[in-house]
């Protein structure tokens, strides 16, 4: 027999809700980062795009469990679970290669931070010039903290999207318990 409250958090329904929210909030964050500072990080040039983008996605999946959740619908509960094992495995894969990005254009990033925040390009591509410079806060705390913040995000990310899909899972299992209760049970009398 399964316990119903065993590895929560939070009560189920409106702590999964909590919990989708937190996930939606800081993936949408992290995305309009990467889409407006990731090419001081990311030096190819999709790369930071396809990465915020994949942090949207995560951000839209939990807006969608947030509405499965508040509306209960076994539906939408369903295809949350259906969704997240891919998104997970997706997240997984776009860490470990922001993770590979970051080490490969450190170098890059020193010379962000020696010349002002002014943009890293390779001479040979340099076609366009760009008004903005890096923020100079990522600069002060130094590469290898930025890249140890970058590195405990992205596991700390996974790990919470892992938990979520528990929760959306575990959701669903109780919708089911308590679909096949239908009563009045015994003729309406209760001892």
């Known amino acids: ?5 065993c590895l929560l958090l939070f009560p189920l329904h409106v702590g999964a809700m909590a919990w989708a929210f937190i ?5 949408i964050a992290g ?6 500072y ?3 990080l990311f030096f190819v040039y999709p790369d930071y795009q396809i990465y915020g983008g994949i942090a949207m996605a995560v951000g839209g999946l939990a807006l969608i469990c947030i509405f499965a ?3 209960r619908s076994y539906i939408w509960t369903r295809a949350s679970k259906f969704l997240w094992p891919f998104v997970i495995v997706i997240s997984a894969i776009r860490a470990i290669v922001m993770i590979v990005e970051l080490q490969r254009g450190k170098d890059n990033i020193q010379w962000e931070c020696d010349n002002g925040g002014q943009q890293w390009t390779d001479t040979s591509t340099a076609t366009a010039t760009s008004t903005s410079t890096f923020p100079s806060g990522f600069c002060t705390t130094g590469f290898s903290n930025l890249n140890v ?6 596991l700390i990310d996974l ?3 892992i938990y979520m899909f528990f ?3 575990r959701y669903q299992k109780r919708l089911e318990s308590y679909q096949n209760m239908k009563g009045p049970f015994a003729g309406g009398y209760y001892a």
Do not use: T
């Open 167 to 169: 929760l959306i899972w």
């Open 23 to 27: 996930i939606m909030a800081y993936s």
């Open 159 to 161: 790990v919470f999207q």
């Open 149 to 154: 913040a970058f590195i405990l995000g992205l």
């Open 31 to 36: 995305g309009i980062f990467l889409f407006k």
């Open 1 to 5: 027999m399964w316990c119903d409250n």
């Open 38 to 40: 990731g090419s001081f």
């Open 69 to 71: 959740l508040g509306n």
